[in-house]
């Protein structure tokens, strides 16, 4: 018995899945559209599409529609799908690889650009003291996203119950974190 990936004519161009797997190893192909994954994901409420519809999108080639949808953003790689597949497709990873596609080809959905604007605050606090320090992360990502009175009303009512200390606290370790980040600075 061959392989799925011996029968295809190499002279003909990649499909999109093809590429996918071949890049990542995960096999796509192998999605039979069970629903699983949808049901399980605790994001699917935002997304535009849910992960199975994602997974049909790249079966069915449609490249553009895929790196450019916020679903790649709404995902919190909390690995439900993952796990809940009977076929054992990495979606969560695939989610990743996705991700990763859409910014190098510049179709990144403008969602992102606040997705990773936090991701970068979040980052840089742990990076600074261990931990993180909510009130220095959330002033930071209100400047690199530049959404300064999006949620400004919150922000009296986490003061008072405690969850935006003025004082960031570094942990003992700090400093093995920061060598951690030093160790992978320069793989974005």
Known sequence: MSDAHDDHDHSAPKSFAR???????????????????????PMVPDMEQTPSQIMRLIQMDQRDAVLGSKTLWYCASCLTCSTRCPQEVKIAELMDALRERSLSERKAHRASRKIRAFAR??????????????????????????DFFGDILLAPQMFLKGK?????RTIKGSA???RLFEKTAGRD
């Open 121 to 146: 605050s979040f980052l840089r606090a742990v990076e600074r003291n261990g931990r993180i320090h909510e009130m220095g992360m959330v002033m930071d990502y209100k400047l690199t996203s530049k």
């Open 176 to 178: 093995h974190v920061r």
């Open 164 to 168: 935006l200390k003025l004082f960031a």
């Open 19 to 41: 590429e996918l797997e071949d890049a990542t190893g995960i096999r796509v192909s192998r999605c039979y559209q069970c629903g699983k994954c949808t049901a399980g994901c």
